[in-house]
């Protein structure tokens, strides 16, 4: 299986600030890593696919580049409702494995 | 827009199967590939297994053993079993479609599933 690792595991910051975060794969899986926003009981929202696709409404405060092994997200002047835990899910090969997640919360 | 909609029973004794169905509603089952996907505190999130809607499946190892999965387009419906259930299996149930990258777009709400006597 492809491990996915991410850092940092949780994170404290403000409105307004800008905020990155890594996704390492154990391999190289091209640009097929995804990236999600997750709030408390809730499911899981996309955000950005093949590693820099924006999904269709998703505020362009938020984008990713990497390739090969080393993803990143970031997400620019940081609003209230951004406040969420934050997943990278390879999709290079099954079984499709996700990051343990990064959790952004308020200062 | 699609919606997916889990359902099944919350709780699952020891050793039993448990047994979700997906409702897929506001756009065709054909051409897409659909998931399961279990989150629990343990183990984070994990890809169960997809069956594509010809009926063709994919699981993960770790669990290949104790699952089944299958679809009825008819009924816009698709269902995952779990045999032998333990609570380590404890876990919030998601229904998702998969598309062309196998990213998840559409999830369901998920269901918690709890593995106790």
């Known amino acids: 299986d492809i491990q996915m690792t991410q850092s940092p595991s949780s994170l404290s910051t403000s409105v307004g600030d800008r905020v990155t975060i890594t996704c390492r794969a154990s391999?190289?899986?091209?640009?097929?890593l995804n990236w999600y926003q997750q709030k408390p009981g809730k499911a899981p929202n996309l955000l950005i696919y093949?590693?820099?696709t924006l999904q269709g409404g998703v505020p362009s405060r938020f984008s990713a580049y990497g390739s090969g092994t080393d993803f990143t997200l970031t997400i620019s002047n940081l609003q209230p409702e951004d406040f969420a835990t934050y997943f990278c899910?390879?999709?290079?090969?099954?079984?499709?494995?996700f990051g343990q997640g990064t959790k952004v919360d308020i200062k | 827009q699609v919606q997916l909609q889990e359902s099944g029973p919350g709780l699952v004794k020891p050793s039993a199967t448990l047994s979700l169905t997906c409702t897929v509603s506001?756009?065709?089952?054909?051409?897409?590939?659909w998931s399961w996907i279990r989150q629990s505190p343990g183990k984070g999130l994990e890809w169960i297994g997809n069956?594509?809607?010809?009926?063709?499946?994919n699981y993960n190892p770790s669990l290949e053993r104790r699952v089944t999965m299958t679809i009825d387009t008819s009924k816009n419906q698709f269902s995952l079993r779990l045999r032998s259930v333990t609570t380590a299996d404890t876990a919030v149930y998601y229904c998702?479609?998969?598309?062309?990258?196998?990213?998840?777009?559409?999830w369901g709400r998920g269901i918690l599933v709890t593995v106790s006597s």
């Open positions: 998702a479609r998969d598309r062309d990258l196998f990213y998840f777009e559409n």
């Open positions: 069956i594509y809607y010809s009926g063709s499946t």
């Open positions: 093949g590693a820099s």
């Open positions: 391999r190289s899986i091209s640009t097929y």
């Open positions: 899910q390879q999709s290079y090969s099954t079984p499709y494995t």
């Open positions: 506001g756009d065709s089952m054909t051409t897409y590939y």
